[in-house]
């Protein structure tokens, strides 16, 4: 019970964490598409970190660090893509954030509602992972993967606050948005952590399954994303530093 308490707030921790970081949306519009892309490479960049260390190695060294663990890992990656690929198909949303994109089926949803559903699918594998992370039974490694989500949930709210603004809504609803479809992530904290503290055998491969969900975020939206306004070489160094930086706290806190 405990480690579902502490993944729960966990990933509340996480998902205010979006909030906080729409908060300069109070005080400018005025952000160039520069700082935000090497904001969001440093996001992309601690998302991959988090992934590596705090996902995959673990879910190889829980199932036992054999060949049979490498492809449970494997087969977890993949149903995680999988599963964010046939979301992303199937349920309809749209991207402000990614030159107003819609996907998924066509609706008769209004483009807020629209913009939450998108956002929510990227939230929700941080939030599953979290969960998890805490589910191993390794408070360390949570803690850990915790604090990274949070960090690269700051310019990603910022990103979500401006986004809205351009679509004419005001400072406070455009905040209030970034802020919500940060907690959808307790959602998938609760998910993760529940699963793991309820069947242990399965945490190797629904750390994996978390991971690769994430992987494909990363991949599909956010590296695409800071590659679109000329400022691709320094979104990659802020991707490096992102890394970087996850790496040194997995170390030190994991």
């Known amino acids: 019970m405990s480690n579902i308490i502490l ?10 964490a979006t909030g906080i970081g729409a908060i300069p949306i109070f005080f400018t519009r005025k952000v160039s598409h520069k700082y935000l892309d090497a904001m969001l490479g440093f996001a992309a960049g601690v998302m991959l970190a988090a992934t590596c260390f705090s996902l995959i190695i673990p879910s190889i060294n829980y199932g036992g660090g054999n060949i049979k663990a490498v492809l449970i890992t494997a087969a977890g990656i993949l ?3 999988i599963m964010l690929d046939l979301i992303d198909k199937y349920a309809p949303h749209e991207h ?3 030159n107003n994109k819609s996907e ?5 949803l209004t483009k ?4 939450i559903i998108a956002i929510t699918i990227h939230n929700f594998p941080e ?24 960090l690269q949930n700051m310019p990603e709210g910022l990103a979500v606050g401006l986004a809205l603004l351009r679509e004419n809504y005001s400072t406070k609803k455009a905040f209030l948005i970034a802020l919500l479809t940060g907690l959808v992530e307790p959602i998938g904290g609760i998910i993760g952590v529940s699963l793991v503290s309820v069947a242990k055998p399965i945490l190797p491969f629904i750390l994996a399954l978390a991971a690769g969900a994430m992987l494909f975020v990363i991949s599909d939206e956010i590296i ?10 320094i979104a990659t160094y802020g991707l490096l530093i992102g890394f970087i930086i996850m790496m040194i706290m997995d170390v030190t806190l994991g």
Do not use: Q
């Open 104 to 108: 998924g089926k066509t609706s008769n």
């Open 127 to 150: 939030g599953l992972a979290v969960g998890v992370g805490f589910g191993g039974n390794n408070i360390n490694d949570g803690i850990s993967l915790a604090v990274g989500i949070a």
């Open 224 to 233: 695409p994303e800071t590659h679109e306004h000329g400022f691709e070489r």
């Open 7 to 16: 993944g729960t707030l966990a990933s509340v921790f996480t998902g205010l």
């Open 112 to 115: 807020v509602w629209l913009f």
């Open 96 to 98: 402000y954030l990614f």
């Open 79 to 81: 149903s995680g893509g």
